[in-house]
Every structure is written in structure tokens, then in C-alpha cells.
């Protein structure tokens, strides 16, 4: 299965590309084809949004061809609703960026390009699209790419794929276009079927986080989401952040290992005091409890970061409170530039140092995603307010 | 890893996130496939220990009887809130469809019960307001949703903090499709209500659907005639209606809903039908 995150400005036509990725692939129902001429208003799912003929939200659609099952992840292009952009993305296995072959990059591309290497999303393609309107010209489509070549690379984004496209005319889209002989890659779909599904999490380190403790019959199950690495009976843990030793002593499905990312029970060699919020590892490569962090946070909140603010901090299973130390810079998105702040403020991004009332105990978000990501809560509107990557 | 392994632990980890953080959930279940296979993901999710909540069905009391049946057999348990009781008291009017009424009665029943989370077998894939939803859905005190301010759901962290009075709406198998539900429900051996399966009944078409013939909806001078159907999906007698089919094992069905061009609910579901945005504008005012 793999998950692909659209994001584009508002004009490049993302929910054109949806509507014709799902009409050429033949995955459209009947019926859905009969409501709407327009394509794009295909995944425009809220009355305001066919309303208003934009993506407010992100929409979810599911569609499979006999090779893969996709899940797209059509997010918001508008700058005001980035912190649905940000959910939508970071789940993705592949992002796919849209840039009109007549304007080249915006500031919206610049930033969603941003999002995509800032959340780690594995794969990122670019999608040059319009080309109907400048001709299928392979020197135009030369000097978009250039373009964004240069900025993902100061991204740090490498292995940045390119295809020229006509979302409107479903050039490149499914089919490969006779329009643009000069191309010799992959269509849209070729591409998405063959790209290697990002399972990596069985090979990282074992994390289990305890979600929740299950007894039955005097026993105690540790139940969670393997969210790295797998485990097998016998293998020594640690207890984190106490630091108690154990060993694995049974699976609650009666198997003799799990591998990542299942959703697992099991039962522990020792009686011990394990709760909801402890992360299990194995002492080779157990990460550290600190009590302070190094991140960049992506701030969703309608007001802004401030230092010395408190807020909850959530890292797998664990909440502990936190206070905003320091902002270490903002970072510019359109120039990525760092500069100094002394708030930040919603969709902005920037490094900063909590301090944490309870240990914590991180991987660095570059090394395993799932134990790297953190939210920040505002305690007083309940709301998620930052997206948070361990540095 | 396939799919539905993938799937299937997505879902384990929702539910267990819900339990874990969470005062007085409760699965809402409709003794459709999609609440079947919710039932047994949770029953999962917490072996080999027990549920620890509790299971309701908003009973509308125009079921199918063999859903009724079925729910009585496998849970025998349930909760049961009625939309009959709620006319009965006056919380609302009868009408000759009784689907928007279960909104009244829902939300009554979490209030007089004090559940913080309620857990649904929605589909992302099953109507476009659906697809925009997230898995957990926030429902402010009067259980209304606002798509327009959706909390940002990040990674697999989910932030399901409310206050008293409010609860948010959970729904672990947002991402599975129609086709993925019916093979997990073969992969794990399921059973389901008859009605899924093809088998003679008396009906009547009406409006491009047809309907079972039933003491809740007038005949209104349409004839009626018998014809081998099933069931796609399971909601009132009085707005569901039946696909004609000869497919009464589950490899057949699946066969043929694999093979469809007309989505579930575009197919059966009446109550879709009232306007463009029916379903959100049922879900604004607190329905599923």
C-alpha cells in the first residue's frame, strides 16, 4: 500500500490531477463521474469548499490498479491551512509536489517542498504541470525542474524525481504522452506503482511504546505498536525511562517474534511496574531519557509560540508537561534563511529548546520517524498546537 | 507486510489509544459489516483480557430482523438506545424515514451515559464529507462537528482531550475500503446477518432502488414481486435498498463488489440521496 500526499498552490491544479488520476486509472464509481463535470470538484468533499472551488482540508482516496493499493492524501494548497497540509503529509510514503510549467515555483511550492523534507516523507515527485500551455516545450519543462532542483537540494531532498504533465488532458497522468516525445521517464502511474514501498520500520532499532496494559488471567500484557525494528521471545529489554532489565517471555498471538509495525501484546519474563508511557528497547541500542529537547517544531496554533509559554508535550504513548525555553531561530521557508524570533507564529517553523517536567526518551526524528515525531497540546484549548521533529 | 496486516494494526492502535486515554468510551455498533469487523479488531485489540467498554446500537426499530437477530446473538450484552423510546418521550417526531432521528437519540444517550468517545465504523471512502474526516473526529456539547476546524492530526499521535460535556468520535477503520472490509472479514471467518448473502424476497422498486416489503414503508400502489437480492450495506429497511444478485457464498460477493461501478452508498443508501451535502450536514448537527 503506499500513501501519496498532493500539495500544490491553489491554481496548479491538484485536484484536477486527483480527478483525472482516479478517472484514467478507471477507479471512479459510476455515479461519482455523473455529480460533476468539473474534476476537481470530484474530492471537494465540504459544501464550502464546492462553494468556494478550493481545498480547504485534507480528502482521503482510496484507489487500487492490480498492482498497488494507493491511499491519496489530497492536501490544502492555501497558506492558511498548512496545519492540514502537515497532517496530511506526514504519513505519506511520497509526496507529490505540482508546479504550472508557466509560473515555476511560488512561495506555496517553496513551502510545501519544505514540509515534505522537513517531515521526512521518503519519496518526493515533482509534477511540472500545464504543460499543454506552454507548448510540451522540453526547455521550459528544463528550466522548472532546474529551479527546483536548486531548492531541494539547500532542502536537503535528494533522489527528487520530475515528470511533465497535463492534468487536464491526462498527459503523462496514466498514459504516456505522445505529446512530448523529448520525455523518456515514467508516467504518473508507472511511477507510483514501481516506487519501492517505505517499509523501513522493521529494520530500525525495537521500540515498543506501552499503550496499554491488558490482564487477564494474573498475567499482564504490554500491548502496543511495534513502531520499530521487531522482537522475538528471549531477547533481553530494557524498561525505559527506569532502566529495569527483563526479557521477552511471550506474544499474546502465541507467535514467537513480531515484527514492526504490528500492534502487538506481550508478556515480560519479570513483575515488574510497566505502564502506559514506557518505551521498551533492548540495551544495545536503547535511546537516552532526557529531560530537555532539541527540535524543529512546525507551529499549528492560532497564537503563537511563546518562550516561557507551557503546553503538554505527546512522544508515542508519553505526555509530559513542557516549557518553551528558548526559540533558537525561525526559519525562513520562501529563503531559508534562519532568523532570529522571538515568537512563532501559526505555519511558521523553527528550532527550538524545551525543557520537559518528565523524561522523555526520543530517537533523533531523522533516524526513526515514529519515535523522532512529537505534538505539542495546549493544556487550556485542548488544541494541538506544534508538530514536533527531535533533533 | 499485506494491506490488511497493515490495516488491521492501525486499527488495533486507535482503538487502544482511546482506552487507554479516554474515561467512558462506548463502540457504536449497527450489526453492519463495518461494526462487525470494529467489534472484533476491539475485541482483538484487548486479548486475551475483556472489552472494557461497553457496545450500544442506536436502534431505529425499522431493522432488518435478522440484523436484530444477530446482534442478539453476538452481543448479547448491547446497550440499545431507541429512537421508538425517544418519540415516546417526545425528544422527537416520527417521521416515515427514522435515520436523521438516531441523531437525537445518540446524542442523548452519551449524554445520559456521560461517554467521552464513541467509537464508529466509518469509512473514509464511503461519501465525500467521510473522506474529509479525521480519525478523531471532535464533537463539541451540543455534538456538532466542524469541518472547518478540525484538530491537526499528526503522525499516529492523537490528541483526544475534551472537556465535560464534549467527546470525540473515533473511527479505526477510516482507511479501510468496502472491498478491504469484506476481505477481512473472509480473511478472519467473520459471520454476518443473512441478508448479505443472496436469498428470495418480496420487494418493490421505487425511485431507481428497490425496497424489501416491510410493515414501515406504504406500499403506495407499487407492485411488488419477489427477486433474489442481498444486502450491501445494512441500514433501515426503509432507505436501504437491495442490489439484485444470485451471490449467496462470500467469494461470489466479493467477486461482484470487486467488479461494481456504482459505490456502496450510491447504490442502496437513501438517506444520501436527500442532497449533495447530506451527510455533512447531518454530521454538523451530530450524526455519525
Given at each position: ?81 498548512t ?85 487536464l ?31 523501513g ?51 499474546e ?16 519474563a519479570?513483575?515488574?511496574?510497566v ?16 529531560r ?64 520537559l ?35 | ?20 486515554e ?67 418521550r ?20 452519551i ?20 473522506a474529509?474526516e ?6 463539541d ?49 467473520l ?26 414503508l ?22 436501504t ?27 442502496t ?12 450536514d ?7
Amino acid at each position: 500500500m503506499l500513501r501519496v500526499a498532493t500539495a500544490g498552490s491553489v491554481d496548479d491544479g491538484k485536484s484536477t490531477l486527483i480527478g483525472r488520476l482516479l478517472h484514467d486509472s478507471k477507479s471512479l464509481m459510476a455515479d461519482e463521474l455523473g455529480t460533476a463535470a468539473d474534476l476537481a470538484r470530484l474530492t471537494d468533499g465540504l459544501r464550502a469548499e464546492r462553494e468556494q472551488g478550493i481545498t480547504i482540508d485534507v480528502a482521503y482516496r482510496h484507489f487500487a490498479t492490480p498492482n498497488r493499493r494507493f491511499v491519496l492524501h489530497d492536501c490544502p494548497g492555501h497558506a492558511q491551512y498548512t496545519r492540514n497540509m502537515a497532517t496530511g503529509a506526514s504519513t505519506a510514503d511520497l509526496a507529490l509536489v505540482l508546479v504550472d510549467a508557466r509560473r515555476g515555483m511560488t512561495e506555496q511550492s517553496r513551502r510545501h517542498l519544505a514540509i515534505a523534507a522537513l517531515l521526512a516523507v521518503p519519496s518526493v515527485t515533482v509534477l511540472v504541470n500545464k504543460m499543454d500551455l506552454v507548448d510540451y516545450a522540453e526547455e521550459r519543462f528544463d528550466v522548472v525542474a532546474r529551479e527546483v532542483l536548486d531548492w531541494s537540494a539547500r532542502l536537503g531532498l535528494h533522489g527528487v524525481g520530475f515528470i511533465p504533465v497535463s492534468a487536464l488532458h491526462g498527459d503523462n497522468v496514466v498514459e504516456r504522452s505522445t505529446a512530448m516525445p523529448w520525455y523518456g521517464g515514467q508516467s504518473l502511474l508507472e511511477h507510483l506503482e514501481s516506487v519501492p514501498a517505505a517499509n523501513g520500520a522493521a529494520d530500525g532499532p525495537a521500540r515498543l511504546p506501552v499503550q496499554y496494559v491488558i490482564r487477564a488471567d494474573g498475567t499482564r500484557w504490554y500491548a502496543g505498536r511495534l513502531a520499530s525494528g521487531t522482537l522475538e521471545i528471549g531477547d533481553e529489554l530494557l524498561v525505559l525511562p527506569a532502566g529495569t532489565r527483563t526479557r521477552v517471555r511471550a506474544f499474546e498471538d502465541g507467535g514467537d517474534r513480531a515484527v514492526a509495525p504490528r500492534s502487538i501484546a506481550v508478556a515480560l519474563a519479570d513483575e515488574l511496574d510497566v505502564g502506559r508511557g514506557d518505551l521498551l528497547a533492548r540495551p544495545a541500542e536503547a535511546p537516552e531519557p532526557v529531560r530537555a529537547l532539541e527540535a524543529t517544531v512546525c507551529w499549528l496554533g492560532d497564537e503563537p509560540a511563546r518562550p516561557g509559554a507551557r503546553y503538554l508535550v505527546k512522544h508515542t504513548t508519553r505526555s509530559v508537561p513542557a516549557r518553551l525555553d528558548a526559540i533558537e531561530h525561525r526559519l525562513d521557508v520562501t529563503t531559508l534563511a534562519d532568523e532570529p524570533a522571538d515568537r512563532l507564529e501559526l505555519n511558521e517553523i523553527g528550532r527550538v529548546r524545551l525543557r520537559l517536567g518528565s523524561p522523555l526518551v526520543p530517537d533523533p526524528y531523522e533516524q526513526v520517524r515514529s519515535t523522532g515525531a512529537f505534538i505539542v497540546v495546549d493544556e487550556a484549548t485542548n488544541e494541538t498546537v506544534g508538530a514536533g521533529m527531535v533533533a | 507486510m499485506h494491506h490488511l496486516d497493515q490495516l488491521e494494526a492501525e486499527a488495533i492502535h486507535v482503538i487502544r489509544e482511546v482506552a487507554a486515554e479516554l474515561e467512558k468510551p462506548v463502540l457504536l455498533f449497527s450489526g453492519g459489516k463495518d461494526s462487525i469487523v470494529l467489534l472484533h479488531l476491539a475485541r482483538k485489540a484487548f486479548r486475551p483480557g475483556e472489552l472494557p467498554f461497553p457496545v450500544m446500537h442506536v436502534d431505529t426499530g425499522h431493522n432488518f430482523p435478522e440484523v436484530i437477530e444477530f446482534r442478539d446473538r453476538h452481543v448479547p450484552d448491547v446497550l440499545v438506545a431507541s429512537v421508538q423510546e425517544s418519540i415516546d418521550r417526545g425528544r422527537v417526531q416520527d417521521a416515515p424515514s427514522r435515520n436523521q432521528l438516531q441523531t437525537t437519540t445518540l446524542l442523548d444517550a452519551i449524554e445520559e451515559h456521560g461517554f467521552d468517545a464513541a467509537f464508529g465504523g466509518a469509512r473514509r471512502d464511503e461519501e465525500r464529507a467521510r473522506a474529509k474526516e479525521r480519525v478523531f473526529s471532535f464533537r463539541d456539547d451540543f455534538g456538532q462537528w466542524d469541518p472547518r476546524r478540525q484538530r491537526p492530526e499528526l503522525w499516529d499521535l492523537y490528541n483526544g482531550r475534551v472537556r465535560p460535556g464534549e467527546h470525540v468520535r473515533v473511527f479505526p477503520i477510516s482507511n479501510w475500503t468496502e472491498l478491504d472490509v469484506w476481505e477481512y472479514v473472509r480473511a478472519e471467518r467473520l459471520e454476518l446477518p443473512s441478508i448479505y448473502f443472496a436469498h428470495e424476497r418480496e420487494v418493490f422498486e421505487r425511485d431507481g432502488m428497490v425496497y424489501a416489503v416491510s410493515p414501515f414503508l406504504d406500499l403506495n400502489g407499487d407492485t411488488s414481486f419477489t427477486a433474489s437480492v442481498r444486502y450491501r450495506t445494512v441500514g433501515d429497511m426503509t432507505c436501504t435498498g437491495a442490489v439484485r444478485s444470485q451471490a449467496n457464498e462470500l467469494d461470489d460477493v466479493i467477486a461482484e463488489i470487486a467488479a461494481t461501478r456504482i459505490t456502496e452508498r450510491g447504490e442502496t443508501r437513501a438517506d444520501d440521496r436527500v442532497s449533495e451535502a447530506a451527510m455533512e450536514d447531518r454530521k454538523r448537527v451530530g450524526y455519525f
